[in-house]
């Protein structure tokens, strides 16, 4: 079945860094768009970056551009986050998510970003 685990998610001090990863497994990986999806108390489920099958093009959330990027690596079934200078604002459960009939998420793995 479709599986999604994120993890890399934690503490972190304003304008630090974090890199998210999502392994997944259950699907032809390499054939399916993957997004980031972000959930904050309070806020709305926020798409925050996606990547194309083969990596070759991303978009990112006007809040993220500049400071997170998506990549990913097809051979591993793995999608990654790298979110560097990180903001209070950031603090939220991030999400992997596959797109489709039926779209697929993980658990969520917290970040929380405090001094």
């Known amino acids: 079945q479709v599986r999604l685990v994120e993890s890399g998610g934690g503490l972190v001090q304003p304008g630090g860094s974090l890199r998210l990863s999502c392994a997944a497994s259950?699907?032809?990986?390499?054939?399916?768009?993957m997004e980031w999806y972000r959930q904050a108390p309070g806020k709305e489920y926020e798409l925050v970056a996606d990547i194309t099958a083969a990596g070759s093009s991303t978009n990112y959330a006007d809040s993220v551009k500049g400071r997170f990027t998506v990549s990913r690596d097809n051979d591993k079934n793995m999608v990654y986050l790298q979110m560097n200078n990180l903001k209070p604002e950031d603090t939220a459960v991030y999400y992997c998510?596959?797109?489709?009939?039926?779209?697929?998420r993980g658990q969520g793995t917290q970040v929380t970003v405090s001094s």
């Open positions: 259950g699907f032809p990986f390499d054939a399916y768009h």
């Open positions: 998510q596959r797109p489709g009939w039926p779209e697929y």
